[in-house]
């Protein structure tokens, strides 16, 4: 059974940093396209950073570039965001996703989402 778990989100203020964590069970990360996605109260969801092969450059949102990396420990079986330099904006429930990389290209899968999901973690930004 595939599964995927958020942790690490919680309340930081303003120019503070998180780091979120996405452990999967029931399937090896490693060789599965994973991304990050989030979701404002009152907006849909989008993609925020998204990663097909290990080898392969991460795409991100121009709201996270320069900001936010997304990066995996295969021993672990876990896929982390680090959120530095973080604004209200950023306030979300953010989810973990992922994918056969086979399926499309990076870009596509941080817009149009992927098939297994987390049930996300809330980060909010506040002072």
């Known amino acids: 059974q595939v599964q995927l778990v958020e942790s690490g989100g919680g309340l930081v203020q303003p120019g503070g940093s998180l780091r979120l964590s996405c452990t999967a069970s029931?399937?090896?990360?490693?060789?599965?396209?994973v991304g990050w996605f989030r979701q404002a109260p009152g907006k849909p969801r989008v993609g925020v950073a998204c990663?097909?092969?290990?080898?392969?450059?991460?795409y991100y949102a121009d709201s996270a570039k320069g900001r936010f990396t997304l990066s995996r420990d295969s021993a672990k079986n876990t896929v982390y965001l680090q959120m530095n330099s973080l604004k209200p904006d950023d306030t979300a429930v953010y989810y973990c996703?992922?994918?056969?990389?086979?399926?499309?290209?990076?870009?596509?899968?941080?817009?149009?989402?992927?098939?297994?999901w987390g049930k996300g973690t809330l980060v909010t930004v506040s002072s």
């Open positions: 990663s097909r092969y290990s080898d392969e450059s991460t």
């Open positions: 996703a992922a994918e056969d990389p086979r399926i499309n290209e990076v870009d596509a899968m941080c817009t149009w989402g992927m098939e297994f």
């Open positions: 029931g399937f090896t990360m490693e060789y599965y396209a």
